[in-house]
Nanobody, 126 residues
Framework: HVQLVESGGGSVQAGGSLRLSCAAS????????MGWFRQAPGKEREGVAA????????YYSPSLRNRVTISRDHAKNVVYLQINALELEDTATYYC????????????????????WGQGTQVTVS
């Protein structure tokens, strides 16, 4: 079983930056695919970034890759998401998730790959 707790959300001005954290506990190691997703009101949940393996292979949404960075502290079992140049459209609830890696990079950004989800942290850009 895996437990995920997100933190770091809040209200920020457009153009600012934010770093989200996801503390993982339970059966988590570098073989577990870790991802960040977001869901805005009235929209589907979308993959933002994912990370996997001891060498931290990373996968990004093409529309966000220029503004986000995912990283992982293996010793602390924490996954981070840095978001820069925040836009109004970034307003959403951001979720951390744990799942199973796929050799097909797009698969690693699909919700169907993930079995465990955190409660989410709200990011509001104004």
């Amino acid at each position: 079983h895996v437990q995920l707790v997100e933190s770091g959300g809040g209200s920020v001005q457009a153009g600012g930056s934010l770093r989200l954290s996801c503390a993982a506990s339970g059966n988590v190691n570098s073989d577990v695919l870790m991802g960040w997703f977001r869901q805005a009101p009235g929209k589907e949940r979308e993959g933002v970034a994912a990370i996997h393996g001891s060498e931290d292979s990373v996968y990004y949404s093409p529309s966000l890759r220029n503004r986000v960075t995912i990283s992982r502290d293996h010793a602390k079992n924490v996954v981070y998401l840095q978001i820069n140049a925040l836009e109004l459209e970034d307003t959403a609830t951001y979720y951390c998730a744990a799942g199973t890696w796929s050799r097909w990079w797009r698969e690693n950004l699909r919700t169907e790959r993930y079995n465990y989800w955190g409660q989410g942290t709200q990011v509001t850009v104004s």
